[in-house]
């Protein structure tokens, strides 16, 4: 099983910054990707951001260059920082850890709890 507990969210103006961290314990060699989703009050939970443990980057076409994910060697945290950030950005943002089974086919998924960003003025 992983951990997964988040960290940095809070309330920021339109055009500020923020910088989420996702500390990660447990079975985290099981994990072969993990990222960051968000979701807004009426809203499917959608992805912001995510990374392989072989470092493959993808990003949300709503990011548009605003934002960066990293990780350490170990994934033992993964972060997001987010900057030029919009009202629209309210949500809460998720941690999660996707292990990889093809033999037998099986996918688990871990979740954090949650850290709520609000952007207003």
């Known amino acids: 099983q992983v951990q997964l507990v988040e960290s940095g969210g809070g309330l920021v103006q339109p055009g500020g910054s923020l910088r989420l961290s996702c500390a990660a314990s447990?079975?985290?060699?099981?994990?072969?990707?993990m990222g960051w989703y968000r979701q807004a009050p009426g809203e499917q939970r959608e992805l912001v951001a995510g990374?392989?443990?072989?470092?493959?980057?993808n990003y949300a076409d709503f990011v548009n260059g605003r934002f960066t994910i990293s990780t350490d060697n170990a994934k033992s945290t993964v972060d997001l920082q987010m900057n030029k950030l919009k009202p629209e950005d309210t949500a809460v943002y998720y941690c999660?850890?996707?292990?990889?089974?093809?033999?037998?086919?099986?996918?688990?998924?871990?979740w954090g709890k949650g850290t709520l960003v609000t952007v207003s003025s």
């Open positions: 999660n850890s996707k292990s990889i089974s093809i033999t037998p086919l099986d996918v688990v998924d871990y």
């Open positions: 447990g079975s985290i060699n099981s994990s072969n990707y």
């Open positions: 990374i392989t443990r072989g470092g493959v980057i």
